[in-house]
């Protein structure tokens, strides 16, 4: 199993730029998550899904959109990106109530 | 959602046990508590859950209050490589809900 994979690693924007963050998952888990950490913060959910074709906002939603199409994928939107979107993204999936499985993040700078 | 109170930092002596603590008061009765850590700036590792009963792997062993209020991580001989953010979150078992990070212990291990 490859686990869950992001790409790209790295990514340099600038302001009013769009792009979308991919993540997938080899394991068949129904929850999918994004998470941002800023330097030196904690995680903060953006977005999550418990299953294909159902998605829910966490903690900082706004400027971003999600969808999931497939159990496997949950790529992440930024509509129109701004400096304050400059941060590290996490996705993460388990199964329903089960251990998350981190991906190695994406690295996102917004000039 | 519940909410969980860590200390911000704490250190220990390398070889000797590192007492990580939480406060969960506000835990569900179905909630287990999960343990994760986070080494520079990779993504969260799975540690340790339990529900009721202690528990112990190859990492770490936890221990959970009889009123599963708090709980509490042990590192048996901590090593210079279990310098982490460890966050401690209440959620799984059959919960579809959003998992929430909080801010975390950073341990410092020192030599």
């Known amino acids: 199993n490859a686990g869950v994979t992001q790409t790209p690693k790295f990514q340099v924007l600038k302001t009013g730029q769009s792009m979308t963050l991919q993540c997938a998952q080899d394991?068949?888990?129904?929850?999918m998550s994004w998470y941002r950490q800023d330097p030196g913060m904690g995680l903060r959910l953006i977005h999550y899904?418990?299953?294909?074709?159902?998605?829910d906002q966490g903690e900082v939603p706004n400027g971003y959109n999600v969808s999931r199409s497939t159990t496997e994928d949950f790529p992440l939107r930024l509509l129109s990106a701004a400096p304050s979107q400059t941060s590290v993204y996490f996705c993460a999936s388990s199964l329903l109530g089960g251990t998350q499985y981190f991906g190695p993040g994406t690295r996102l700078t917004v000039l | 959602d519940a909410k969980t109170t860590q200390p911000p930092s704490m250190d220990c002596a390398e070889g000797r046990a590192a007492n990580l603590p939480c406060n969960h008061s506000?835990?569900?009765?179905?909630?287990?508590v999960y343990w994760y850590r986070q080494i520079h700036s990779q993504g969260p590792q799975y540690i340790i859950h339990g529900l009721k009963n202690n528990e112990t792997n190859e990492m770490a062993s936890l221990i959970i209050t009889e009123d599963r209020k708090s709980s509490t991580l042990i590192l048996p001989h901590a090593t210079l490589r279990d310098t982490a953010v460890y966050y401690c979150?209440?959620?799984?078992?059959?919960?579809?809900?959003?998992?929430?990070f909080g801010s975390g212990t950073r341990l410092s291990i020192r030599p």
């Open positions: 899904s418990v299953g294909a074709g159902i998605t």
């Open positions: 506000t835990i569900s009765g179905n909630e287990y």
């Open positions: 394991m068949n888990h129904e929850y």
């Open positions: 979150i209440p959620g799984g078992g059959s919960s579809a809900s959003k998992i929430i």
